[in-house]
């Protein structure tokens, strides 16, 4: 697996040229909290999906 700065190269490199700082900001983060959440799921400590739905299911009530 390539390193994290190579990782963040090839991201920037794959975003279109007129892209702002802030764009590639924001892109940076959404990657972060990815990358958390699957690591989180990795951990066992996910929601299952039944779980969720039931807590759907009171907060539409």
């Not at 007129?18 to 400590?45: C, H, N, R, T």
């Not at 779980?51 to 299911?57: C, F, M, S, T, Y």
């Amino acid at each position: 697996m390539s390193g994290v700065k190579e990782q963040v190269i090839q991201m920037i490199n794959s975003l279109p040229e007129e892209i702002s700082v802030d764009d590639i900001m924001a892109e940076l983060y959404f990657k972060l909290q990815v990358d958390a959440g699957l690591k989180e799921l990795d951990e066992g400590k996910g929601i299952p999906h039944e779980e969720v739905e039931k807590l759907d299911n009171i907060l539409k009530v």
